[in-house]
């Protein structure tokens, strides 16, 4: 894990992920004492500097598999193991847009990665 981890334990809200990982839109919907300002979160990689996120490698090829495919959006439970407990959660990925990017080509594809608890979705 990176030195410079965010230590939310879960980034609980809609990101948007650039094709190299890296988070290029924020809007948390954390509560508690886990709020993450947007700014700590913006321009880091979702794979290696959040911290719960560096530490799930079945999360990260969920994401990986998704890009390989050519679904428009895909949902699944998942699981982060903190050190005393369990944050289950629902993933939903979706494609937002092609676009190029300076000096390429070849449009680069955008990824929202929308995360919150899995009890939000029992309470609702």
């Known amino acids: 894990m990176n030195?410079?981890?965010v230590l939310t334990p879960v980034p609980y809200g809609l990101l948007e992920l650039d094709a190299e990982g890296t988070v290029i839109y924020y809007r948390s919907e954390n509560k508690g004492l886990f709020v993450t300002p947007e700014s700590e979160i913006v321009g880091r990689n979702f794979?290696?500097?959040?911290?719960?996120?560096?530490?799930?490698?079945?999360?990260?090829?969920?994401i990986k598999d998704f890009r390989r495919s050519h679904a428009p959006?895909?949902?699944?439970?998942?699981?982060?193991?903190?050190?005393?407990?369990?944050?289950?959660?629902?993933?939903?990925?979706?494609?937002?847009?092609?676009?190029?990017?300076?000096?390429?080509?070849?449009?680069?594809?955008?990824?929202?990665?929308?995360?919150?608890?899995?009890?939000?979705?029992?309470a609702a």
């Open 3 to 5: 030195i410079n981890s």
């Open 47 to 62: 794979f290696t500097d959040i911290a719960a996120i560096s530490q799930a490698k079945e999360f990260q090829n969920e």
């Open 73 to 122: 959006a895909y949902s699944f439970n998942f699981s982060f193991a903190l050190k005393n407990r369990s944050l289950p959660v629902r993933v939903l990925l979706a494609r937002v847009r092609e676009r190029p990017t300076l000096g390429e080509s070849t449009p680069a594809e955008s990824l929202y990665v929308h995360i919150r608890p899995v009890a939000d979705r029992m």
